[in-house]
């Protein structure tokens, strides 16, 4: 898959789901941000700040792992071996 597919995909499901959880990278998420008073930097007015809608984006941590050079890395974690009950 190349960027511009990955791109294109990552628009067309945050639009019709909201959001959408990549392997490895992450999940993308749109939200909703609440109306809200704020402040001009410049002249100290307060200006009212409409309802937006952002997106939200949370590392896997595989991702963050990667980056941040952290052991987790260097070995996966090894699930729990299952333990077999027997039926009587």
Not at 80 to 85: F, G
Request: proline letters at 6%.
């Amino acid at each position: 898959m190349t960027l511009d597919e990955l791109n294109a995909l990552v628009v067309r499901e945050l639009k019709k789901e909201g959001s959408i959880r990549v392997a490895g990278l992450g999940i993308f998420r749109k939200r909703k941000l609440k109306a809200r008073i704020g402040r001009n930097p410049a002249t100290g007015e307060q200006i009212k700040i409409p309802v937006l809608t952002g997106l939200r984006f949370i590392p896997a941590k595989a991702l963050k792992d990667a980056v941040l050079g952290t052991a987790a890395t260097a070995t996966k974690a090894k699930p729990s071996p299952v333990k077999s009950v027997k039926k009587k």
